[in-house]
C-alpha cells in the first residue's frame, strides 16, 4: 500500500510566494517555513503522446504542426474535459518550422480550442517540454491560470536547411531591387559555392561539437566501456519491448496519419538484438576508436506529447482524478563543453535536498537516455566521493538509485527522442509508474544542450488508478 510515513501531504495546506516558485508547496516534512500566500496543489491529470516514430517512416511527409495538433486532440479525447476550461496552451520545440513559428498557438487553433486562449512556445534543448510544463506550474502557483496544458513537439523527418550565407544576402538586396537592371547586375555575383547550403548539425555553438563527440569524450573520461554501453542499450530496449507488449505505455494514442491509410499506433524504434549484434556496428563519432555507436544512442525521432495540469481544487470541482502531484522543480547548468551532458548529475542531489528526501525515498527514476554512456556517466558521478567533493560541493557522494526502479520501461534509446517531446513523456511514465508499481514518490532528470539539466519531483495522487 501507498506509505504515508513521509509526510503528511495530503492533510495540509500549502504556501507560496510567485518570486519562489519551487518552493510552492509546505509540508510538514518538505518545508518548515511559512508564506502568507495560500498555495494550490498542483496536479498531473494525465499526459499522451503520439506514436515515437523514427524520422523519415510514417510521418515523413507531415510537419511539427500536425503533430502538435494531434498531441492536443488526442489529449482532450483521452481525459474527455471541456475544452473551454483550458486557460494557457504552452509548448516546447527545438527545431522551429518556420510556418508556425509559436506552434502551441498555430497547434491550439487547429485542434479546436478557443482563438481566446492565449499560447506561446519555448526552447530549451532536449528539456523544452520539461520547460513547458514548469512554466505551466509557475503560472497556476502565482495564481494566473487554473488550467494549462503543457506539451512538446520535434519533427526531424524535415528538419530547416537554410540557403549560404552569401546566398541570403543576395536573395535580400534582389528583393529591395528596384529594377530589373539591378536585379540582374545582383544575379551576376552569384557564384556556385553560394549554392552550398548550411546544413543544421546536433552541434554546440559553444565548443562546435557534436553531442556525440561529447559523450565519447565522457565515456572516456569515466572509464565507460563499449560492453557498458551496448549492455545498458541493450536494457533500454528490453524493457521497452516488455513495457510495449504488456500494454505499459498507455499514453501512446493511435494516429490516423492524414493522406494515407496507415493508423500508427505504438513507438517503432524499439529493437532487441543481442550483444554481439551490437557489438558489430563501429564507432559513429570518434573513429576508428571511438565506443559511442548507432545502437547505443538516441535516434532521430519525430513525435509530439501533451499533458493537463491543473490546481486541486479545479480538479475535484470537474470530478478528475489526478494521477501525480507536481511537487518541486529545478533548472542546473555546468561547463558546456567537458561536463555537457551531467545535468542529471547536478539536478538530482539538489532536487532531493529541496524536497528534504533521499535517493532511497525515490520509487520511480524516468532520467532521460540521450546515450548510453551518458547514463552510466552521470551513475559513475553519482557514486564517487571525489566528484561530490571536487564539483558538487558535498562532503560525499549522492549514491547510485536502485537500478530496479530506473526507466523500468525502457527509456529514449529505445523508446525515441523527439527531442521537446520527451520531457511531457519523461513525466507521463512518472505518474503511471507511481500508480502501477505502488510508490509514492518519482523523480526526474534529464541534459540538455548547453551543459543544462532538470530536475523534478512527483508524487502519487492517493486516489489515482491505473
Not at 123 to 137: D, E, K, P, V, Y
Not at 256 to 279: A, C, W
Not at 329 to 346: E, M, W
Request: net charge positive; glycine share 8%; hydrophobic share 40%.
Amino acid at each position: 500500500m501507498l506509505s504515508l510515513t513521509k509526510s503528511n501531504f495530503f492533510m495540509e495546506k500549502g504556501f507560496v510566494k510567485c518570486g519562489s516558485v519551487i518552493n510552492y508547496f509546505k509540508t510538514s516534512k518538505l518545508y518548515a517555513s511559512k508564506s502568507s500566500n495560500t498555495a494550490k496543489n498542483i496536479v498531473y491529470i494525465d499526459g499522451v503522446r503520439t506514436p515515437f516514430l523514427q524520422a523519415g517512416t510514417s510521418y515523413k511527409n507531415l510537419i511539427s504542426y500536425d503533430l502538435a495538433k494531434q498531441s492536443l486532440v488526442a489529449l482532450q479525447r483521452k481525459i474527455k474535459f471541456p475544452k473551454e476550461i483550458v486557460e494557457y496552451i504552452v509548448y516546447g520545440t527545438v527545431l522551429q518550422e518556420v510556418r508556425t513559428s509559436n506552434i502551441a498557438r498555430e497547434a491550439a487553433v487547429g485542434a479546436g480550442y478557443s482563438n481566446r486562449i492565449p499560447a506561446h512556445t519555448v526552447t530549451m534543448a532536449c528539456i523544452s517540454s520539461n520547460q513547458a510544463l514548469t512554466t505551466g506550474i509557475g503560472l497556476i502557483a502565482c495564481g494566473v491560470y487554473d488550467v494549462i496544458i503543457a506539451g512538446g513537439v520535434e519533427f526531424m523527418s524535415d528538419i530547416p536547411i537554410r540557403h549560404s550565407r552569401q546566398m541570403r544576402s543576395l536573395m535580400l538586396q534582389s528583393n529591395r531591387a528596384k529594377t530589373i537592371r539591378n536585379k540582374l547586375a545582383l544575379l551576376a555575383n552569384v557564384r556556385p559555392a553560394h549554392f552550398i547550403p548550411d546544413l543544421p548539425a546536433v552541434a554546440e555553438f559553444t565548443s562546435n561539437e557534436t553531442m556525440g563527440h561529447s559523450s565519447d569524450r565522457l565515456a572516456a573520461a569515466f572509464g565507460v566501456s563499449r560492453k557498458e554501453q551496448d549492455e545498458y542499450a541493450l536494457r533500454s530496449h528490453t524493457l521497452a519491448a516488455k513495457a510495449q507488449q504488456q500494454g505499459y505505455l498507455t499514453d501512446v494514442v493511435p494516429y490516423k496519419v492524414p493522406n494515407v491509410s496507415e493508423v500508427v499506433n505504438k513507438d517503432n524504434g524499439i529493437r532487441v538484438g543481442t550483444l554481439e549484434q551490437l557489438g558489430k556496428l563501429k564507432p559513429a563519432f570518434v573513429k576508428p576508436y571511438g565506443t559511442v555507436t548507432a545502437a547505443n544512442s538516441s535516434f532521430l525521432t519525430d513525435g509530439a506529447s501533451a499533458a493537463l495540469i491543473m490546481t486541486e481544487e479545479k480538479a475535484l470541482q470537474l470530478g478528475l482524478t489526478p494521477k501525480a502531484y507536481l511537487r518541486n522543480f529545478i533548472y542546473v547548468s555546468q561547463d558546456p563543453i567537458d561536463q555537457l551532458l551531467l545535468g542529471p548529475t547536478y539536478a538530482i542531489p539538489q532536487i532531493l535536498q529541496r524536497a528534504k528526501l533521499n535517493v532511497k525515498d525515490i520509487g520511480v527514476w524516468e532520467i532521460h537516455e540521450a546515450f548510453a554512456s551518458q547514463i552510466i556517466a552521470n551513475l559513475k558521478a553519482l557514486d564517487s566521493d571525489w566528484f561530490a567533493q571536487n564539483y558538487l560541493g558535498r562532503s560525499s557522494k549522492v549514491g547510485i538509485p536502485n537500478l530496479d526502479k530506473w526507466n523500468a520501461w525502457g527509456g529514449s534509446l529505445s523508446i525515441g527522442h523527439p527531442f521537446a517531446a520527451t520531457g511531457i513523456r519523461l513525466a507521463t511514465h512518472t505518474a503511471n509508474r507511481l500508480i502501477k508499481e505502488d510508490q509514492q514518490f518519482g523523480l526526474i532528470a534529464a541534459c540538455a544542450a548547453g551543459g543544462q539539466g532538470v530536475g523534478m519531483i512527483m508524487e502519487r495522487y492517493p486516489s489515482a488508478k491505473v
